[in-house]
Nanobody, 119 residues
Framework: QVQLVESGGGLVQTGGSLRLSCAASGRSFSNYVMGWFRQAPGKEREFVAQVSWAGGSTYNTDSVKGRFTISRDNAKNTVYLQMNSLKPEDTALYYC????????????WGQGTQVTVSS
């Protein structure tokens, strides 16, 4: 079992930055692929970024490439999402998720942290 708690959301102006954190508890954090998802009001949840178990491989969805960076610190059981050049369309509830390396579907989810970008 993995428990995930997100933090770092808030209200920011267009062009601003935020760093989200996701603290994981449970064993073998380093064995999990970690991801960030978001869900805007009235829309389906969408994938944002993921990082491999060792942190050497990352993948971002096209809409955030060049602006968002995912990273992890396995010693601290924490994954981060650095968000720069924020736009109003980035406004959403952001979720942290985890899956075992051998599994394709994310298995564990946090409660989410709200990010609101004002124009």
């Amino acid at each position: 079992q993995v428990q995930l708690v997100e933090s770092g959301g808030g209200l920011v102006q267009t062009g601003g930055s935020l760093r989200l954190s996701c603290a994981a508890s449970g064993r073998s954090f380093s064995n999990y692929v970690m991801g960030w998802f978001r869900q805007a009001p009235g829309k389906e949840r969408e994938f944002v970024a993921q990082v491999s178990w060792a942190g050497g491989s990352t993948y971002n969805t096209d809409s955030v490439k060049g602006r968002f960076t995912i990273s992890r610190d396995n010693a601290k059981n924490t994954v981060y999402l650095q968000m720069n050049s924020l736009k109003p369309e980035d406004t959403a509830l952001y979720y942290c998720a985890a899956r075992r390396v051998a599994v394709t579907k994310y298995e564990y989810w946090g409660q989410g942290t709200q990010v609101t970008v004002s124009s």
